[in-house]
């Protein structure tokens, strides 16, 4: 983990620049490779230098094309997803990685085409973030599409369990530099997100669900402001966002929106707030102000499914795979940036044990997160010691 953690915050250098017509920018390494091994990374929205979500896919590819020898391509699509995997698909690429959120061409066919998995039936596709290739009754649709989800309702949970247990400890842990609101002013804590959507859905409730438990640890009761179509490239958007929400009483801000969680970690700084961030462990881009990092290694997968492919033992693989705490592709940090900037350790390390406690139990099942990824419902009345504004 900590190797994997260090890479992602490097900067993404590709081995060579092309463009695809009708396709996008990205990278290759077709020279000298095994041309029965083509694999392809298709980005999302923000970008391969994200410093986390696609970058952790980019950089895990590479390792991959050097270890198993395979080649591969990244693709920032200009003209969208769909076109994208049908130019890869086209070209003999046939392990398609697709990190954006865009899944109905590839399924179900859009504008009266056929479903793209079913025109390229030897190419495997792997989508992320939520499980679309199954139809009402369950069943696979496609057998060349592999669904990957990652348990980050649980470490959404962790994370919101951590802010309460922080926040009511603040005169504690921190000194008069920092600029928090008060217990007895206010209790907020906010999130903001890139999209309205399961996969980030599934981080809000989560993150809802450990604060609520932590909240009514102290008989305490937080508001909790929201928004959900930040989208994932506009920084600036992010610092007024979580500037708003931090005058508001909240002094923790949930960023799960690529780029846009620069702005709030820049504004958490500047005004003497806490941010969460998300994906890689970017608990050092704003030191102090970035609480904890909640989790999410692309490139977890990206190795297990690209070995699986090279070993030949792809069709033998789950369609439908999830990745959990315990398989190191999520979770949140380790804390130890944070803690060189904590006054009293002896709570910071009570606070630390309080949090592996909830993770022991959440691992064991004793405690049950909500999976939106998985369309599980949301009870808000299940949360009583939390008031949701949205945005």
């Known amino acids: 983990m900590k190797k994997r953690a260090s890479v992602l915050i490097t900067a993404l250098v590709l081995l060579s620049a092309t463009i695809f017509t009708g396709c996008g920018k990205g990278g290759d390494n077709s020279e000298g490779k095994n041309s029965d091994l083509r694999v392809a990374v298709v980005c999302s929205g923000s970008g391969q230098n994200d410093n986390g979500y696609n970058q952790s896919a980019c950089e895990e590819i590479k390792e991959m094309s050097e270890e198993v020898g395979c080649e591969y391509k990244i693709i920032e699509p200009a003209n969208g997803v769909p076109e994208a995997l049908e130019t890869l698909a086209d070209d003999g690429y046939n392990l398609i990685f697709t990190l954006e959120y865009d899944f109905d061409a590839l399924i179900k066919g859009v504008g009266g085409s056929e479903p793209i998995a079913a025109q390229y039936p030897d190419t495997t596709f792997v989508v992320f973030n939520d499980n679309p290739n199954v139809d009402e009754s369950g069943e696979t649709i496609h057998d060349n599409v592999i669904s990957v989800l990652f348990d980050v309702h649980e470490a959404s949970y962790l994370a919101g369990y951590l802010s309460v247990q922080v926040n009511e400890n603040m005169d504690k842990l921190f000194d008069a530099s920092y600029g928090l609101t008060p217990l007895d002013e ?34 305490a009761t937080y508001d909790y402001y929201t928004k959900y179509d930040a989208g994932f490239t506009d920084s600036a958007l992010g610092s007024t966002v979580a500037e708003t929400f931090y005058d508001e009483g909240a002094n923790v801000v949930f960023a799960d929106a690529g780029v846009v969680g620069d702005g709030i970690t820049a504004k958490a700084k500047e005004l003497g707030k806490i941010a969460i961030q998300t994906d ?32 030949g033992k792809i069709n033998e693989m789950e369609r439908f795979q999830t990745y959990n705490l315990a398989s190191g592709a999520t979770g949140i940090t380790d804390l130890e940036e944070m803690g060189k900037h904590v006054q009293d350790q002896e709570v910071w390390n009570e606070i630390k ?3 592996q406690t909830v993770s022991d139990k959440i691992s064991s099942g004793e405690i049950k997160v909500t999976n939106k990824q998985l369309n599980e419902e949301f009870d808000e009345a299940t949360c009583p010691n939390v008031v949701i504004k949205t945005n």
Do not use: C, W
């Open 280 to 311: 890689a462990n970017l608990d050092a881009q704003q030191p102090g102000h970035v609480l904890t990092s909640v989790l999410k290694i692309t490139g977890v997968p990206v190795e297990t499914i690209t070995k699986a492919y090279a070993d």
């Open 353 to 355: 044990e309080k949090v």
């Open 186 to 219: 206010a209790r907020g804590i906010g999130f903001i997100g890139g999209t309205n959507s399961n996969g980030i859905l599934v981080y809000s409730y989560g993150f809802i669900e450990g604060i609520n438990a932590a909240a009514a640890e102290y008989g």
